[in-house]
Every structure is written in C-alpha cells, then in structure tokens.
C-alpha cells in the first residue's frame, strides 16, 4: 500500500515526505552482516524546545523489547540509539502512536 501512495503523489511531495522521515531499525549486535532484525519509520519534527520523533507505538514496544532481551544494536537513520527508552516522552497504545527526543541525533543531518 505504501508503495501505491507513493507512486500516486509528486516529486514536491516525496521530496518534503523524504527530509522528516528517518528509518528506526534495529539488529543482533554479533551479526557480523547486520541484518536487520525490524524497523520502523520516524518523522521528525521540529519545536521551539528541540526535535521530536514520531513513530507507531508497536515499533518502540518492539524495539525496546528486542533491546531488553540484550545484544540487540538500535539505531535511527545514522545515528546509536541505545538510549531510545530514555528518550521516550509520550507513548499511546490506543492511538498506536510514540512520541521521543531527538535532541543529537538529527543535528549532523543538516535538518
């Protein structure tokens, strides 16, 4: 599906959709091929206070739950976070969605 809605809208609109959102994924620290275990997407936002990520809630659930079952590497686009619990702000089961600090990690992207 996300292919189809993708292919339905315009260079403009891929172009803004690809300079707010950054992967979330994650993988077995030893696996020397880094195969990626899961991910999500972040879109980021930019408030007077800093830098938010918003994500699915399931994907932080998952993530955490991988990294607290130990040997697990976190990261978002190019940037550790292995600190991502600590980052959390808000999280909602119901509405499916996460809310975390970005403050750091998307600074070296020029964003």
């Not at 707010?20 to 030893?30: I, K, Q, R, S, T």
């Not at 978002?76 to 499916?96: C, F, G, P, Y």
Request: hydrophobic fraction near 45%; aromatic fraction near 6%; include cysteine.
């Amino acid at each position: 599906m996300a292919r189809e809605l993708v292919g339905l809208i315009g260079a403009p609109t891929r172009q803004f959709i690809s300079s707010c959102c950054v992967p979330l994924f994650w993988w077995a620290g030893p696996d020397p091929e880094r195969t990626i275990l899961a991910n999500g997407t972040v879109t980021m936002v930019r408030t007077p206070k800093g830098a938010l990520g918003i994500t699915a809630d399931h994907v932080v659930e998952d993530c955490l739950a991988a990294f607290d079952g130990g040997g697990i590497c976190v990261q978002v686009a190019d940037a550790s976070a292995h600190d991502l619990r600590s980052r959390v702000l808000a999280r909602s089961k119901e509405l499916d969605l996460a809310t975390f600090d970005m403050t750091g990690l998307v600074d070296r992207l020029g964003w």
